[in-house]
């Protein structure tokens, strides 16, 4: 089930070139607030609209979102600007409002993608209706329950995709609201090539000045879009307004973006590449023979009753190999890391040894 055969999620006359950007409010307030974001939006050429119109909220008593009356407000931003509109959806009666009301993409929000039945009650709600999804991924950072998320969508039959990547939830909340984790996205990548992911800078920064850099980043690791939040009057805004920033703002920050060319392939950077093929293999021969040793090692220490766990010597490799290490211009930590799982894996290979017959 893991290789979806996915559908475009590109609507008519949306610009393929990255970054596809969906901007719009945290979540619609009242009429004037949505038109006239939604104006100034459209005149810097934004395509398609965001506005939450139910809110899950951490606690009780705040915005929890505008609810139904909030659908006409959108549908007169696609009339009056042309642009698509896209709003979260967490029930199945969420789902039937804003299909009712012509909303044009869904999107599933953190919460709820953390929630196998939740995402399982909107893939019914969807079953034989031809729109495009994002899922957000989980709070939680875990790729198989965000990768489940989609496949609950595919197999209702939903095959316009795409992911947005917005951060994952944590204790200790130092730089970012919300960890980038980019490794997750990264491996979430490799394991479905044809899905187009966007990177939501505002809630994973949480506020404004982190947005252009994470906007670079997410463009540097060939992510296909955006979406950002932008409000008239940020700092007025009833949820969310940390984070958000005007039109012009966001233009602004667009503007400055470097796009790379993702598919340029020079001789020179070919050449590297085999360098790099080459000492991974070598690097493979190493590691193999290095856990040949360390299992006859395990031998002995089976044979001479010895514990594999030596403490002082699995400390003396690291700070040794460590030091090493930054002699020769390599991050000790980094060091540090890969030894620790070399480590484990002899440990493991060693108790394989002892527990044979
Ligand atoms: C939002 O997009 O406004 C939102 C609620 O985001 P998330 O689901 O990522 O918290
Ligand atoms: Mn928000």
Redesign the pocket.
């Known amino acids: 089930m893991e290789q979806m055969e996915l559908e475009s999620i590109l609507l008519p006359g949306v610009d393929p070139k990255r970054p596809i950007v969906i901007a719009g409010p945290?979540?619609a307030e009242s009429e004037e607030q949505v038109m006239e974001t939604a104006h100034g939006l459209a005149s810097k050429g934004i395509k398609i609209f965001?506005a939450?119109i139910w809110?899950?909220r951490t606690k009780p008593g705040g915005f929890e979102g505008i609810g139904v009356i909030g659908l006409p407000w959108l549908k007169k931003v696609k009339e009056e600007t042309g642009m698509y509109v896209a709003t979260?959806v967490a029930t199945k009666d969420h789902v039937f409002e804003a299909l009712k009301a012509g909303i044009d993409i869904l999107?599933i929000?953190?919460?709820?993608s953390a929630n196998p039945f939740a995402v399982q009650e909107i893939a019914d709600a969807l079953k034989g209706v031809d729109i495009p999804v994002l899922i957000?991924n989980p709070?939680n950072p875990d790729l198989e329950l965000w990768i489940g998320a989609f496949q609950r969508l595919y197999g209702a039959g939903i095959k316009r995709l795409g992911a947005?990547h917005?951060g994952f939830s944590s204790y200790d909340k130092k730089i970012y609201r919300?960890l980038p984790l980019w490794h997750i996205p990264i491996e979430l990548r490799r394991r479905m090539p044809n899905l187009p992911i966007f990177c939501?800078p505002?809630?994973i920064g949480g506020k404004r000045e982190l947005i252009a850099p994470l906007c670079q980043q997410a463009m540097d690791l060939n992510f296909d879009g955006l979406?950002i939040?932008s409000h008239r009057d940020p700092d007025a805004a009833w949820?969310?307004a940390a984070q958000q920033i005007t039109p012009d703002v966001l233009d602004y920050v667009l503007n400055l973006l470097v796009i790379r060319d993702s598919t340029q392939t020079t001789e020179n950077l070919s050449e590297l590449r085999k360098q790099i093929d080459g000492i991974d293999e070598q690097l493979l021969e190493l590691l193999a023979k290095r856990m040949r040793v360390s299992r006859e090692i395990g031998v002995y220490k089976k044979e001479h009753n010895m514990p594999i766990l030596q403490a002082p010597r699995y400390s003396e490799i690291l700070e040794k190999r460590s030091d090493m290490g930054s002699q020769m211009d390599l991050n000790p930590e980094f060091i540090k890391e890969i030894l620790k799982e070399i480590h484990e894996e002899s440990v493991r290979q060693q108790m394989i040894i002892m527990n044979e017959e």
């Open positions: 945290c979540s965001r939450g809110k899950p979260e999107w929000g953190a919460r709820t957000k709070v947005i917005r919300n939501d505002s809630h979406i939040e949820s969310d």
